[in-house]
């Protein structure tokens, strides 16, 4: 059975990024020495990071977890090789775009941040298919 995990977007990350953006665009048309040419940058990053807010996924499929961000990652990770998972608010760049985390440690010493909407269902799918996980959370459950 395959399940799709969007990840949470968190306004702590969102919010500085609309910010800039908006800045940027009204101080270049303030100047009033713009050309439409120069709103063209901040035009494309903007559309890059829509692109990879709603291209940031994870996906659970039978004995894999795949996590997609864009066209910069596909990643299989072997749900046999994770060892732990974590709740956390590391802010370390990753395929996540909420700081409310999971550490996903497998293999040997690989770590992976990510941010599913759903934690708790996407903890119970892993854990169905790996009981061994060890699961560690900020606030006793």
Request: net charge positive; with cysteine.
């Amino acid at each position: 059975m395959k399940k799709v995990f969007k990840s949470k977007v968190g306004v702590e990350l969102l919010a500085p990024l609309v910010i800039i953006m908006t800045t940027v665009v009204v101080l270049l048309m303030m100047t009033g020495a713009y050309s439409w040419t120069v709103l063209i940058i901040p035009l494309l990053t903007s559309v890059f990071i829509i692109h990879m807010f709603l291209t940031t996924y994870y996906t659970i499929t039978g004995d894999e977890l795949r996590i997609h961000c864009g066209f910069l990652m596909n990643k299989p990770i072997s749900i046999a090789t994770i060892t732990k998972i974590k709740e956390t608010s590391d802010p370390t760049s990753a395929p996540a775009i909420s700081l409310d985390r999971l550490r996903i440690e497998y293999g040997k010493g690989s770590s992976i941040l990510i941010s599913p909407k759903e934690k708790q269902v996407f903890i119970e799918m892993i854990l169905s298919r790996n009981p061994a996980v060890e699961v560690k959370y900020k606030k006793k459950r």
